[in-house]
């Protein structure tokens, strides 16, 4: 359904990216597609696609983690909670946080329901599961490209740029939030401009 | 070189990398590895020289501690520089090239010469280089803190970036000149740091400016626009003052300023122990990576009475080494095109970027015509992530490799020379200086071709592959082509003696008061983390050395593999031990140049396992400073951390 056509569009994007590359493309032509538009579920049990409904034309950060990750992940996510806090009523408006289970399969948007519950995230904070190689999908790109058993190893980044401008950097997601929401906000300058 | 094919037979494929092409529109390659860069025939455009900086007027409208302590309108030169984007030639087959780069705002500035089939575009790729003299201040002992010092440079840069850019970079920039030893205030932070850090620091007589970070016109774009200066930028429009950052570098030694201020009881000056190789890049936090990438970087060259740029000097105790124009840097990239011209990057390779076309001074696999006769060739690796071992050859499959002489390395000249060198390994940011006389080659016709060849294959970011290449299969950075008959004497007053600038290693008294500190480079959970503690927090300093006092640093890298130069910023280190040994020169292939008493570096490659102490002395300065790791793209992961020196 959705997906395969997804998948068959990405294809040929992918083939029209190399001839729009060439020729020196259009922004419209290449906008969906330089990060995977997979579908995805949201801890709302919501199916919405990666890219253009979470990512496109806002400021993003973006994190991996898991459930049963029990050392570090809790500590990262209450980071985050404070990060949260600190982007106060920009977060849902000019700002979206997403969290990607690298264990799809265990969390279920029930499960991340639950997890965001016990850290009561707001709106704008959005929780993702999905197929497991679209997990994967986004991990690679977003270039945690290791495949390993070992989950932890892609837990400790924290992606953050802004669609609109194409501009995107990463931080330890255990940074300062104080420091994590000046970071963003400077990206964010750009996206307010519009 | 790097083909497509062998990038996927090295194992990128599949992994799924974006491209941001012209303009910064992004695009993708899906499920395989990045396209290569358009085909370029080598070695048919010029190397390039980047312009001299030149002076301008002096100008008044400066910080009030730099008037206050440092500047002397009579004896202090003033300079200007903006960051602009600009179309260059990278190649002369390649479309032209949008970059950001550094421009000479001297009326009188002149473009870059020797560009061959890159004339016609007006600038070149690298920013003017900086060309500074030591040895000639006096300074006088316990002089009135009433009065400025004096001497030094004023650099007032300016942010002309497109505000409204699009793709990777961002158009906020910070000047790191890196291998100086100068003011905090100067040094590039990489951050604007926040009122209660801003609190936090120590009490710096030159100050900390709220805004170190220069914004490109209009910005930031939710405040009121800050005040409106005198300055223009290349397009003509109004300068203001958020644009802008003076940068005071006071070129003077190590220690100087205890004697001059008398605030150290014992001083300690380690006379000309400045003149070196150093270059000055970008240094934005999260982003020095791109900005770097797109073109912000140049050279600054130093000497003295003893290395005087001159090989016919009347002064018989100077070193009379080959001086322009057979002293020639070489900032060696290595960049990915798209085929219209544009530059590739790769915004979420957080490995390390590596590009699949090389290039020395901005231009793509350049030559240059030499003479019989001695040259100097001074190697930074200004690349991103790529390390580069390189051999002087004839460029066959199992033809001839010619040996080079080592004279230099960071921290400037060595003691002695490095004689017969069969190859170097340079990590990014280092720089190393040989001598390579071309009169050797006396059987050898005019026309002949010889190379310089990176043999260290490298397929990802994170560190060299194992082994080397076989001759003639690396990368062939820059062809030679000797001129001039060979039974032809020609004039080479240049010479390399046998002592070029000795020094003593540390005492063992300074070694026994050291203070100790340690610094384990890990990955933790696929982010860098410094003991123990996720790095990158420039609110807080992770080390607060008293300035005058001896420390040893013990730097350990336990991230799993993977290679690291660690930089840090301030002063020059000397290398007691590398994984527990002192390190030795006895080896030719690859020459090493490290050990105290022979060399004194900034910037120190540290490959999987492996650990080094360093003893450093913090002198003069006061302030936040930074030591990272340059890979930039580990850099902007945050693998860095801040010190400050404190009274």
Not at chain 2, 12 to 27: H, M, R, T
Not at chain 2, 54 to 59: Q, T
Not at chain 2, 259 to 268: E, I
Request: aromatic share 10%; glycine share 8%; charged share 20%.
């Amino acid at each position: 359904m959705i997906t395969k056509r997804t998948d068959a569009w990405v294809a040929v994007a992918s083939l029209m990216l190399a001839a729009a590359a060439a020729t020196g493309g259009t922004h419209a032509a290449l906008a969906n597609t330089y990060l995977p538009n997979v579908v995805v579920q949201t801890q709302d049990g919501a199916r919405v696609r990666f890219y253009e409904d979470l990512i496109r034309d806002k400021v993003v950060l973006i994190n991996f983690m898991f459930t049963s990750c029990t050392n570090q992940c809790p500590r990262t996510t209450a980071n985050l909670v404070k990060v949260e806090e600190q982007l106060g009523d920009r977060l849902g408006r000019d700002v979206r946080m997403i969290s990607v289970t690298l264990d799809p399969a265990t969390d279920t948007p029930a499960v991340l329901r639950d997890y965001a519950r016990r850290y009561g995230t707001k709106p704008g904070w959005y929780f993702v599961t999905g197929r497991q190689k679209d997990i994967d999908a986004i991990r690679q790109r977003l270039g945690m490209r290791e495949d390993t058993n070992d989950l932890m190893q892609h837990t400790g980044m924290l992606v953050y740029g802004n669609d609109a401008t194409r501009q995107w950097a990463a931080t330890p997601a255990f940074a300062q939030p104080r420091a994590i929401v000046r970071s963003v906000m400077l990206l964010m300058h750009r996206r307010m401009e519009k | 070189m790097l083909t497509r094919r062998n990038m996927l037979k090295l194992g990128l494929a599949g992994s799924g990398y974006v491209i941001f092409g012209p303009n910064g529109v992004v695009s993708f390659a899906d499920g395989d590895s990045l396209p290569a860069s358009p085909p370029t025939t080598p070695f048919i455009d010029e190397l390039p020289l980047p312009g001299a900086l030149l002076e301008v007027e002096p100008f008044f409208d400066l910080p009030e501690q730099y008037l206050r302590l440092w500047i002397d309108p009579n004896t202090t030169r003033f300079f200007k520089i903006a960051s602009e984007q600009r179309v260059v030639k990278f190649h002369s087959q390649l479309p032209p090239t949008t970059i950001w780069g550094y421009r000479d705002l001297s009326p009188f500035a002149e473009p870059s010469v020797g560009a061959g089939s890159l004339q016609p575009l007006p600038y070149n790729v690298l920013g003017p280089t900086l060309l500074q003299n030591f040895g000639s201040r006096l300074v006088t002992p316990c002089s009135s803190t009433s009065d400025p010092i004096g001497g030094g440079f004023v650099i007032r840069h300016i942010n002309c970036l497109p505000p409204d850019h699009k793709g990777f970079g961002v158009p906020r920039t910070t000047v790191h000149l890196h291998g100086g030893h100068h003011l905090a205030r100067a040094d590039g932070f990489p951050v604007n740091l926040d009122k209660a850090a801003l609190d936090k620091l120590p009490d710096i007589p030159d100050g900390f400016p709220q805004f170190i970070v220069m914004e490109p016109p209009g910005w930031p774009p939710n405040e009121p626009p800050s005040p409106v200066t005198n300055d223009l930028c290349p397009d003509h429009s109004v300068v203001r003052e958020r644009q802008r950052l003076d940068y005071f570098y006071p070129l003077l030694d190590p220690g100087v300023l205890d004697v001059v201020r008398c605030t150290a009881s014992t001083p300690d000056i380690e006379v000309e122990a400045r003149p070196s190789t150093q270059w000055y890049h970008d240094h934005l936090l999260d982003f020095t990576g791109p900005n770097a990438y797109r073109g912000l970087a140049g050279f600054v060259l130093c000497f003295d009475a003893l290395d005087s740029n001159d090989e016919n000097d009347p002064n018989l105790s100077a070193l009379h080494l080959p001086s322009p124009p057979y002293d020639i840097p070489l900032a060696i990239q290595d960049k990915r095109f798209a085929a219209d011209g544009s530059l590739v990057f790769s915004t979420f390779d957080h490995d390390g970027f590596l590009g699949d076309k090389f290039l020395l001074n901005g231009a793509i696999q350049p030559y240059l015509e030499v003479k019989r006769r001695k040259y100097r060739f001074r190697f930074l690796n200004a690349s991103n992530a790529r390390i580069y071992r390189i051999f002087f050859n004839d460029g066959n499959p199992g033809g001839q490799t010619f040996t080079m002489d080592m004279i230099a390395n960071e921290g400037g000249l060595l003691s002695r020379p490095l004689r017969g060198a069969v190859s170097f390994l340079i990590s990014m940011a280092e720089r190393y200086e040989m001598v390579i006389d071309f009169s050797k080659f006396p059987n050898l016709a005019a026309g002949t071709k010889l190379y310089l060849e990176n043999r260290l294959p490298q397929s990802n970011g994170r560190k060299p592959d194992d082994g080397l290449l076989p001759q003639g299969s690396g990368n062939k950075l820059l062809e030679f082509r000797l001129t001039g008959d060979p039974l032809v004497l020609v004039e080479d007053n240049s010479e390399v003696r046998d002592v070029l600038r000795p020094f003593d290693p540390i005492s063992q008294a300074d070694i026994d008061r050291a203070y100790r500190r340690s610094f384990k480079f890990e990955r933790t959970d696929g982010a860098w983390a410094i003991n123990d503690r996720f790095a990158g927090d420039l609110d807080t300093p992770i080390a607060t050395p008293t300035r005058g006092q001896p420390e040893i640093w013990h730097l350990e890298n336990s991230s799993g593999g993977w290679w690291h130069p660690i930089h840090i910023h301030s002063e020059f280190f000397r290398v007691l031990k590398r994984n527990g040994r002192p390190p030795t020169d006895t080896a030719r292939n690859p020459v090493v140049a490290e050990q105290d008493g022979l060399a004194r570096k900034d910037t120190i490659l540290l490959k999987g396992g492996d650990s080094v102490d360093v003893f450093l002395k913090f002198r003069d300065h006061l302030g936040p400073f930074v030591f990272h790791c340059h890979n930039m793209e580990h850099e902007d992961m945050a693998m860095m951390a801040r010190f400050d020196v404190i009274p």
